[in-house]
Each structure stands twice: as C-alpha cells, then as structure tokens.
C-alpha cells in the first residue's frame, strides 16, 4: 500500500512538471525570448525585434556593470530564452563558463564583439604620467579594453551580429529584422558623421575624464588625447598620488572642464576640479541606466547626442 501511494504520488509530482513544462514551452514559442546583458545591446536589440520578439535587459537599472554576476534567477531566466547576447568576454567574463552549462540546441548565443578589432594595453593613466597619448602602462600590459559600443563603427558590426542572431532563431520574420537593422545602422552611420563634423574644430583636443577608462574607442575614432582618472575595471579608488598627477594634467593642459561619468560617485570629479579650478561636465558611458532614465524611455543615440553637445562645449569646439 505504502509503495503504491508512493507511485501515485510520483506520478501525479512528473505530470505536473511535464504539465509546467509544456505551458512554460507554449507561452514561449508566442514570442520569441531575448535577453541581453547591458544597456547598448539591449537598445540594438529591441529596435531589431520591434513587435516581433520581446528584449529584457539583464542588468537592474544603476547596477554597476563591470562587477556584476549573474545570480540564480539571472540564470534560469537565461536559460528560458532563445536568445542571449553579450558584449564580449572582457566585459562579461562569467559569460563563457556559464553558457557551458546550457542546452546550446535551444539557446542561441551572440558574441555581440566577435568581429571587432578591440584596443590593448589601453588602461587608465596610472603610473603612466612619462608616456604621452592613450598607450598605456606596463603594470596593465595584457588588459583590453571591453567598451567597444563607443566607436559607432564598432556598434555598426554589433548590430549586425544581433542581427545574425535573430535571422538564425526566426527566419520567418528575417525581412522585418533586416529592414529594422538597416534603419539603426543608418542612423548610428549619421551620429558618427555629426561626431566627426562636430569634433574637427576644437580649441584642444585633450579630454580629461574624472571616471574609469571608457571612452578610449570613441577618442580613438575623433583623434583626441584621452586620459581617465582610474583604469579599466573601476572598481578600485584612484590613489592619492594619481588624484595629484590628474590636477597637474588638468592644469598644464589648460583645458577648462573636466568630464565626469555616470557611473561612479561625483565626489572625486568635484573635488579634482575644484582643486585645479575647471568646471565639470557630465558624459554617459551608456552601461547601464539608471531608473529616471529608463522610465524616460532614452535611447543610445540619445545618449550619445548629449554626450557630443558637451564634449563640443568642453573641448571649445566651432561650428563649421
Ligand atoms: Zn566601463
């Protein structure tokens, strides 16, 4: 009797799974599940699916990008979905070992980087005050640099391989994705031309940034001298002796505004320019939002439109 009911009991425990199972299938074969981990990606990604897929973006809204690891609920929610897109390895490193652990027969995976040409050897200017321009300091040989969606280039390719993605999990709907994709390249194609007019005729050409090194690519791009207050990763404080080197930089550069990122707290960027008497700017590295952002429903380019209009006024720049 006591074997019998433990029978009933298992059986009625499977039904119930596999009844879970075939609803959780059935409502996720409606639309097709994306997700992506930062912001960039996420943006590409829902103007790609339109009203054909539905796109969530893996990270909270102001979470901190760079030290951020996928917690349990992450994980089954990628796991659901038939597609995930990350940026590349350097900017998500659990990405790799954890799409070992996944049925890659139902999840689709896009390296949105694969293809781009990344900096190297391009960390913050800490101990690299003899080295002039970019290139950076022994102690960081070996680091590259993951912000690769600040070259519009770059999020150009990004955007083809998203795209690549959702052609191979829905190639009904490959038209419609394509069309959408060609609309954002051709507009990401506009806002590089507006950076390259619009940044050609600077009173200088040193950008001075009071954050962690994000906008090496895009620096790259426009022929400016970058310098960031702290290195790749962001997440360790700047030194004493760093703080002092930057407000020497800031001084015998003769700029007149220091650039702050979006990410970290205001605190040193204020203090840095109110000891070397500049004035501060902001400039959003498009990580991540935060909450009054989203809910505005902002957009990358948006974004980078803001980011332009001020580095157009910190850098003195004319108009042709
Ligand atoms: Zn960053």
Not at 69 to 78: A, F, L, M, S, W
Not at 180 to 192: F, M, P, Q, T, V
Not at 266 to 284: F, I, M, N, Q, S
Not at 289 to 317: S, T, Y
Request: proline fraction near 4%; hydrophobic fraction near 40%.
């Amino acid at each position: 009797m006591k074997r019998l009911n433990m029978v009933i009991i298992l059986a009625v425990a499977v039904a119930v799974v596999f009844a879970g199972c075939s609803r959780q299938e059935q409502k996720e074969s409606a639309k097709l599940q994306v997700v992506a981990t930062l912001f960039p990606l996420y943006d590409f990604a829902r103007t790609i699916a339109g009203d054909r897929a539905e796109v969530t973006m893996l990270l909270p809204p102001g979470m901190e990008p760079h030290s951020f690891e996928p917690k349990p609920n992450d994980i089954v929610r990628i796991s659901r979905a038939g597609m995930f897109i990350y940026t590349n390895r350097y900017m998500e490193p659990w990405a790799e070992s954890l799409l070992k652990g996944m049925d890659r027969q139902r999840l689709r995976v896009v390296d949105a980087g694969q293809g781009v040409q990344y900096l190297q050897n391009v960390a913050g200017d800490e101990h690299d005050h003899d080295v002039p321009g970019n290139h950076g300091a022994e102690g960081h040989a070996g680091v590259v640099d993951p912000h690769i969606w600040l070259d519009f280039s770059n999020a150009a390719l990004m955007v083809d391989n998203i795209l690549a993605g959702f052609i191979a999990v829905d190639p009904a709907n490959a038209a419609y994705y394509r069309m959408n994709a060609a609309g954002l390249k051709g507009r990401l194609a506009a806002l590089d031309q507006r950076y390259r007019e619009g940044l050609a005729d600077c009173a200088t050409r040193v950008f001075l940034h009071g954050g962690h090194y994000t906008f090496g690519y895009l620096a790259r791009r426009y022929g400016l001298e970058y310098h960031s207050l702290s290195g790749i990763s962001s997440e360790s404080e700047p030194s004493a002796a760093r703080m002092a080197e930057m407000v020497r930089q800031i001084r015998s550069s003769g700029v007149h505004y220091l650039f702050a990122e979006e990410l970290l707290s205001p605190r040193l960027t204020d203090t840095l320019a109110a000891e070397a008497g500049v004035a501060v700017l902001k400039l959003h590295g498009a990580h991540n939002l935060g909450k009054d952002d989203v809910q505005r429903g902002v957009g990358f380019i948006d974004l980078m439109e803001q980011n332009l209009v001020n580095l157009r006024k910190g850098l003195a720049c004319r108009s042709k």
